[in-house]
């Protein structure tokens, strides 16, 4: 517990100053975060070859951030049609050393563990960028913290009680409940939402994704027989334990923001 | 033979009357293909319930033609963005009946059987959309055709002993020769293309990447255990059996596109 807070203390101030700061820095945070977490999955997936599977979602990695600071038009795309060529290529002249599951797995990596993650990036460069990511964070944040408690006092139904035996529907709806009411406060202060119908709808998606991020990554560790996904943030784990759920929040968050803007 | 003939005679002028005559009706070949090559796949993954394969991927692939048809800016990334989300929430609610594989399989299934086949949408909606097709049809007919003939005349190293014993890396060089001097006779009348330059590096492209799609295709077979993919197309088997060149190279030359057109 000690190590997690100062760990905490450390890493609030270094993400507000990514966040609020210069671009570059921004940048980095995400590169660090996106290497971290395919390094992870790559480390799951083949412990004893981890590097065998990094090579190539890594290079589609690095793919979406050139083609994305050279603010080509299509770059997701682009990246994606590069990517799946290399792959059935890698499948075919590898065969059979490469079965058809490696090579869902490493279409996965690249869009679980780096596509995900260059959306904040996206969300960044949004008007308001800095302001959505850190209201994301927070609202990933208040559900975490809201889920726990009330699960703790109120827990009767088991959500998804073969993964994470401790987690509840009470407390998912807690945490929901509790992210909406943060969030519609901190959006007085913050103005960074359009309207109350745009900020609950906001706390609501991230809350609910957030959940399924945290349980996915409670399937990858059960799938490949580990506790935690790393242990590069002491008290917290791997890039993948402390961020599994903002990592499916932000594509969801990026691609709602032009319809938010409307309500 | 005779089968292949006939199929062969109703195909081809089908194919260009949906090129070339009104956009519902390219829609249509589209979309009847995506969901032949959809349903060829899940029926190879699993033989015994492949509408539980099927689903998923059948919803995304709506996704993508409805997105794209209304012209909803990021129409890729909404559908998958919302594609992975329902993903993980499946292999979590499913666990363990639904292991990392299968997810990264329905990913696959999402991207080689459906967004590669809506490139034929966004290429059709290109200038002179309809030409390009045929010619990117066209050119992996001539480099089918070539490594056919030069592999039987002069074929000595195998391409992939493993997946398809009669490809020879000479019938390959062979096929792409061929498919250049098509292209270069071909865009005299046709005039799609911008220059030489363009045009050599547009046969060469999608000779390249049509050999491997049809290698790809040879290695879903195998590792399914199925000698054609389906048996829609009378002589010729299934969609994946007839369009597996194709289908990877739709995507390639998309993106290609904008790069040929300066040369």
């Not at 600071?69 to 290399?86: E, M």
Request: hydrophobic fraction near 60%.
């Amino acid at each position: 517990m000690r190590q997690r807070i100062i760990t905490g203390a450390v890493g609030i101030p270094v993400i507000l100053l990514c966040l609020f700061t210069v671009r570059p820095l921004m940048l980095l945070l995400v590169v660090a975060l996106t290497a971290g977490a395919l390094f992870e999955l790559a480390r799951m997936y083949a412990p004893k070859r981890p590097l065998a599977f990094l090579w190539l979602p890594a290079c589609g990695a690095v793919g979406f951030f050139v083609t994305y600071l050279l603010q080509v038009p299509d770059w997701q795309g682009i990246v994606l049609a590069f990517y799946l060529t290399v792959l059935l290529a890698l499948g075919v002249f590898a065969y059979p050393h490469l079965p058809i599951g490696d090579l869902g797995f490493l279409l996965l990596m690249l869009i679980y563990g780096a596509w995900t993650l260059m959306h904040a990036l996206v969300l960044y460069d949004a008007p308001h960028g800095s302001w959505l990511l850190l209201m994301a964070f927070l609202t990933v944040w208040f559900s975490d913290s809201g889920a726990y408690f009330v699960g703790r006092a109120f827990g009767r139904h088991k959500l998804a009680a073969q993964l994470s035996p401790n987690k509840t529907v009470e407390g998912a709806v807690g945490g929901i409940v509790l992210a909406v009411l943060a969030l519609l406060i901190a959006n007085v202060f913050i103005k960074a939402l359009p309207g109350p119908a745009a900020t609950v709808l906001f706390a609501v998606a991230i809350a609910v994704v957030g959940i399924l991020g945290d349980l996915f990554e409670s399937l990858l560790k059960r799938t490949f027989g580990v506790k935690d996904s790393g242990n590069i943030l002491p008290g917290h784990g791997g890039i993948l334990d402390r961020f599994d759920s903002l990592m499916l929040v932000l594509p969801v968050v990026s691609y709602l923001l032009p319809f938010l803007a409307t309500l």
